[in-house]
């Protein structure tokens, strides 16, 4: 099962020996995250919106 919480975790051994992430990578990774998050909460709200005027008809 997948949780929120997988990707972000590690043993601490790990965390202690693996090079740190190139920050433009860093950056990169994170710009396409909120891009999909963005999209994902765009079509929550036009999937809304429809509802809502289905409703009203």
């Known amino acids: ?6 990707e972000s975790t590690a043993p601490m051994k790990d965390l202690m020996t693996v090079a740190p992430i190139d920050p ?3 950056a990169a990774l994170l710009r396409d995250r909120v891009a999909v998050r ?3 909460e765009d079509l929550m709200e036009a999937a809304r919106q429809r509802r809502e005027e289905t409703l009203q008809d």
Do not use: E, F
Not at 1 to 6: A, R
């Open 1 to 6: 099962m997948h949780t929120k919480y997988n």
């Open 24 to 26: 433009s990578l860093h």
């Open 38 to 40: 963005r999209l994902i």
